[in-house]
Every structure is written in C-alpha cells, then in structure tokens.
C-alpha cells in the first residue's frame, strides 16, 4: 500500500479517480457558502491537491489561488480548471508555511485534508509546524477574513468518528478557536467494479 507521501508524488490521477466520486451531494461548496459569502472573495486553497476545493469555488469567486508542495498533484488540478473554461485561477508548487505572496492577499483561505498532515508527519515537533502554518495563513488573510478547514473524520461511519491520530490536531484547532461543522461527503460509484478499481490502486505493493 502506498504512504501518503507516495501517493502525492506519484499517484495523482489514481488519487483523483478515487475522490472525484466523493460528496455526490454537494455538501462541500453548500457548507463553505454558509459560513461565508463567496461572492467578489480572493481565495487561497493551501495544499490544493487535484484541485477539489479550487474546481468548486472558482465559478464563485473573483479569483483562485491553488499552492500544493506536489507539482504532480497540481498537474490535475490545472486540467480540471482549464477544463472549467474559467480564467479566474492560478496554481504554484509551494509550501503553505511559506507561500509567495504579499500579506493580506485573500478574503477567504480554504484547506482540504492537508493542515493535518503538519501534526501527523511531524510527529516530535507538530505544534511547531502547527503554528508555523496559521502564522502564515494569518500574514497573507485579510482583515476580517475566513479560514476554512476541511478534514476526514473517519471513512464508512454515518457520525463523525475523533480520530486518534488527529487527536493533537483537532484538540489545537479547539485551543486556537476554530469552530465545528460536520457533513457528510459519502462516496458514490457507477458499480462495485468501478469502486473497486478506483480504490484498489491504495492496497497494492
């Protein structure tokens, strides 16, 4: 089974196959619009990915950002945008501890599945990494601004499952004052065939 790490070097369109059948509902983009209006934003997608968050949001907003550390996994996220046929986007390999821009860029920072991986891959030293982030998150959000983080809160249960290795991360999130909103973003495929392809490529070695 690949590593994580693996998987966003080097398992991008595999990767994309498997989440592209995620939310059929469209509970993401509904709970982002409750919690700010999208109208007119400048929006950063910190550890962008495919470009999950950034597709959804870009017919929104007035302009799109997407930075992830994986140029592989941005490659996707490049051919979904210009697929869209909207200009309002950009997307750059770089660290969201350490983005390219000028402070007070963005309205609204979203981050999908990715924050978390400062406190689980840094084990010894993730407040650290932790803070690192959010101090820049902060530099680059403007006054009066949104952060937006999306994370998995155990796959195959109906109510949402703490997770024990993101016991460190949710358990700061509370202590810096970010608040709470669950939803379901269940899966759906064509077939068990289909869903057994699209998801084979994480047990293979």
């Not at 403007?142 to 949402?160: A, D, F, K, Q």
């Not at 810096?176 to 495929?189: A, L, P, Q, S």
Request: aromatic letters at 8%.
């Amino acid at each position: 089974m690949p590593s994580e790490k693996e998987v966003y070097s080097k398992h991008a369109a595999e990767y994309e196959a498997l989440v592209s059948h995620e939310d059929y509902q469209g509970n993401i983009l509904k709970a982002v619009q409750e919690i700010v209006p999208l109208a007119g934003l400048d929006v950063l997608d910190l550890g962008a990915g495919t470009g999950r968050l950034a597709s959804l949001l870009v017919p929104h907003v007035h302009r799109v950002l997407a930075f992830d550390l994986s140029a592989h996994m941005l490659g996707i996220a490049r051919d979904k945008l210009r697929e869209a046929g909207q200009p309002n986007w950009l997307t750059a390999a770089a660290d969201h501890r350490h983005l390219p821009l000028a402070a007070e860029n963005a309205g609204l920072i979203v981050s999908g599945w990715s924050v978390s991986y400062l406190t689980v891959w840094h084990s010894e030293r993730w407040r650290g990494e932790a803070e690192s982030w959010l101090a820049e998150a902060r530099r680059v959000l403007r006054s009066g601004g949104h952060i937006v983080l999306l994370e998995s809160l155990g796959t195959g249960n109906e109510t949402p499952q703490r997770l024990a290795h993101l016991e460190n991360f949710c358990g700061w999130l509370e202590e810096e004052g970010f608040h709470n909103k669950w939803i379901r973003t269940d899966y759906r495929f064509e077939s068990p065939e289909i869903a057994g392809r699209s998801g084979g490529f994480l047990l293979r070695r």
